[in-house]
């Protein structure tokens, strides 16, 4: 079986970005304790139904992890090495963001054994941070990066793009500056508007307009261009890295490989006997916790996927990677022959099209397929 991938979801905030619509919430004063109790309590129940696999990965993810103590994060750390085999070269990763207060807790994450940052730069434009509701400064930013470099032995950013009124010659300089700060890895989002958001209302009224579709994939070529210069390939839709500085532990949801999400709203796929599971928790952080201390979990969704399901899942993860994906990984992981899981009509009409390409091995969506998945996709999945 391959590695395990866990996922720790640490819900709060400081601020609601108008953008977000993840399960991040805002407290006047966050019950770290408590939830770092529930949290060990969670891991330890899904390792006691496990059993002691091994881990290849750890991502703590929220919301803003980085608001955690690192004392914390030690001991979170130290619960997964005790009750799984970590691998000794795991990534541990952690998201942050760069504020001040937060970035001077690096050390202690370090110490703690993260070994990857995630920095939630998103812009390095005065204007752009403002319009994001983003609570730190492009000075901020730069300076969280450059003292992570010095002290995590692999560093990855975000960036938001097709903004409003973003040109792209502008886009290529952010880019060349962010890129020129050394990180060896870039997750890039096109910014959208998400339902239940700020945005979504100030979007509805007619607040502002987003950048049209020649823009927006002007912005994606662009993007690969700016990034090859500075080392980067491509290698899923939305992230950039230099060889050997791909997330791994994304890379184990797009390879639809196994993955255990613990804290509120987590989400996991994990192989239990002959069958594969999804898993989830529940989204609101105290009932999460009561139902933590009641029953040692806060799941609330573990339901059989069924064959189709499944090979729907990874056809949909899969044709995000530059890779592709394998037909014998495939058909190991979901008891299904690739061929036989799409339209054989819409695969002929997408390879003819060059969106995408068959080898002896892999199914591959081109660069200029990857930006039509989302339509591709439906049509495509039986």
């Known amino acids: 079986m391959d590695p395990l991938a866990l996922y720790i979801h640490w819900p709060f905030c400081l601020s609601k970005c108008p953008y977000c619509d993840f399960n991040s919430h805002i407290r006047e004063r966050i019950p770290e304790a408590r939830f770092i109790a529930a949290l060990r309590q969670e891991l330890a129940f899904e390792a006691n139904r496990l059993g002691r696999r091994q881990v290849g990965s750890i991502f703590f993810g929220g919301g803003t992890p980085s608001l955690m103590q690192p004392e914390s994060v030690a001991a979170l750390i130290a619960d997964a090495r005790l009750l799984f085999d970590v691998a000794p070269d795991a990534e541990i990763t952690l998201e942050a963001n760069p504020t001040s207060i937060e970035a001077g807790r690096f050390r202690g994450y370090a110490a703690a054994g993260v070994n990857r940052i995630s920095i ?35 560093i990855s950013f975000d960036l938001i793009y097709a903004r409003p009124e973003q040109t792209l010659r502008q886009w290529q300089a952010e880019l060349d500056q962010a890129l020129s700060l050394a990180a060896d890895h870039l997750s890039l989002y096109e910014l959208t508007i998400e339902q239940g958001t700020k945005f979504a209302t100030l979007y509805g009224r007619g607040a502002f307009a987003l950048p049209d579709e020649d823009l927006a994939s002007a912005l994606i070529d662009a993007t690969a261009e700016t990034a090859a210069r500075h080392g980067l390939a491509q290698y899923e839709i939305s992230n950039y890295a230099k060889p050997g500085g791909e997330s791994r532990h994304n890379l184990a949801y797009w390879r639809y490989q196994n993955y255990a999400g613990i804290g509120p709203g987590a989400h996991g796929r994990l192989t239990l006997g002959s069958e594969l599971f999804a898993t989830s928790r529940h989204r609101a952080p105290e009932i999460w916790a009561d139902l933590v201390e009641e029953k040692g979990t806060g799941a609330t969704v573990e339901e059989a996927i069924g064959r189709q399901d499944r090979g729907r899942e990874a056809l949909l993860m899969g044709l995000r990677l530059s890779e592709g994906i394998s037909f014998a990984t495939y058909e190991r992981r979901t008891g299904i022959a690739l061929l036989d899981a799409v339209e054989p009509r819409i695969l002929r009409q997408a390879l003819d ?3 995408l390409r068959q080898t002896a091995t892999h199914l591959i969506a081109t660069a200029e397929g990857r930006k039509r998945l989302d339509a591709l996709l439906p049509e495509l999945a039986r």
């Open 353 to 355: 099209a060059h969106y």
């Open 120 to 154: 939630g730069v998103q812009s390095l434009d005065e204007a752009a941070l403002k319009f994001l509701g983003r609570e730190h400064s492009a000075g901020q930013a730069r300076a969280a990066i450059e003292l992570a470099r010095g002290i995590f032995p692999r």
